[in-house]
């Protein structure tokens, strides 16, 4: 079984930032993938950011600029720098990893971004 647990969801301003966090838990030797996840209100789930165990990184093209992923694979543990947020940024957010082809969530975390 494997675990994830997301931090660092809130309310924030226009232009404001927030940094979300993932701790991964469970039986397993390493991450291949690890990311985040968004899904607005009555929109499909879609992919914000991820980054392999070997620090290769990948963004949506309406974040790029704004959001920085990392991870600390001794920990297991991805964080995602939200910068310069904006109302479009609001959404639930979930980490995701994946561990030799399987996939696995968080619960989820919100972000609304509001003035």
């Known amino acids: 079984q494997v675990q994830l647990v997301e931090s660092g969801g809130g309310l924030v301003q226009p232009g404001g930032s927030l940094r979300l966090s993932c701790a991964a838990s469970g039986s397993f030797f390493s991450i291949d993938v690890m990311g985040w996840y968004r899904q607005a209100p009555g929109k499909l789930r879609e992919p914000v950011a991820q980054?392999?165990?070997?620090?290769?990184?990948y963004y949506a093209d309406s974040v790029k600029g704004r959001f920085t992923i990392s991870r600390d694979n001794a920990k297991n543990t991805v964080l995602l720098q939200m910068n310069s947020l904006k109302p479009e940024d609001t959404a639930d957010y979930y980490c995701?990893?994946?561990?030799?082809?399987?996939?696995?969530w968080g619960q989820g975390t919100q972000v609304t971004v509001s003035s």
């Open positions: 995701h990893a994946t561990i030799f082809l399987q996939n696995y």
């Open positions: 980054i392999t165990s070997g620090g290769t990184t």
